[in-house]
């Protein structure tokens, strides 16, 4: 499995997403490494394919596949929690649910 | 960026399609100005705050503004018929404008979306930061907003007068 995690300084949600990551893959008994990448620039977010930050994929899948389309952008990304709040980080649910 | 210590003029275009300046609000005991934006998800899971703050001390005539200074040409979703399609579908009751110019946002020294800077009949400074302490309503311990108008209102010092903005940065044009 691989697990990538693509994030933009500027948006303060990457440490929240990633120590819920890091949490989710434990919790499942995933001793996975995370490839980490900073995009840096918005030639490195349309190189990506980074619609914003925090951005997950697993196995090449986007944890939000909905949110997968919006343009690459140097930004923060707008999840949506299970009750549709929005939110700069995405659920826990949503994160178990991609896992293979 | 230093923050500003008195309310900036301003003359900006609001999503009802006037323009709205700093001499219409002169008779708010407390305005407040937000710096926001529509696609930002920390400005998402406080708007609804904000907005309700407004109607809560709209009788004692505590205005609060939103302003929006994004570079529109990077991030579309900020344009200004995006910010009127926005605020239609969040029914704001607070007045939302358009800082294309970015010469407000500037003047505060806004860094974050959504900043607030509350000011006192005087126009002087009283209050700038963050809304509350938790962008998960449920989990918030510490009104920061509220508590600076009420301290305004009251012609009082806020007990807490400064707070780092959580969010989105503002989107400078290069």
């Not at chain 2, 707070?163 to 044009?173: H, S």
Request: a negative charge; charged letters at 25%; one cysteine or more.
């Amino acid at each position: 499995m691989k697990v990538e995690f693509l994030f933009w300084e500027g948006c303060p949600s990457y440490p929240e997403a990633r120590e819920l990551l890091e949490a989710v893959l434990t919790e499942h008994g995933l001793e996975q490494p995370i490839d980490v990448i900073e995009v840096l620039t918005q030639h490195d977010a349309v190189r990506l394919a980074f619609p914003g930050s925090p951005t997950i994929r697993i196995d090449g899948r986007d944890v939000d596949e909905a949110g997968a389309l919006s343009p690459p952008s140097l930004t923060c990304r707008v999840y949506r929690l299970p009750d549709g709040r929005p939110s700069p980080v995405p659920s826990r649910q949503q994160l178990e649910e991609a896992l293979p | 960026m230093s923050v500003i210590e008195t309310a900036p003029a301003f003359d900006l275009p609001g999503v009802d399609r006037r323009n709205h300046s700093l001499a219409e609000y002169a008779d708010a005991p407390v305005l407040v100005l937000v710096q926001s934006c529509n696609h930002c998800p920390y400005v998402l899971a406080w708007e609804d705050r904000i907005n309700e703050l407004q109607r809560q001390y709209a009788g004692q005539g505590v205005r609060i503004v939103a302003i929006s200074s994004n570079d529109a040409d990077a991030y579309p979703a900020d344009s200004f018929e995006a910010m009127v399609e926005h605020a239609r579908e969040a029914t704001y009751v607070i007045d939302y404008l358009y800082d294309e110019s970015q010469i407000v946002a500037r003047a505060l020294g806004a860094e974050r979306t959504p900043e607030a800077f509350v000011f006192d009949a005087d126009r002087a400074l009283v209050y700038h930061g963050a809304v509350d302490d938790n962008r998960n309503e449920a989990d918030v311990t510490a009104h920061y907003l509220r508590d600076a108008i009420e301290a305004a209102l009251a012609g009082e010092t806020p007990p807490v007068a400064d707070t780092a903005p959580v969010g989105c940065t503002v989107k400078w044009r290069s």
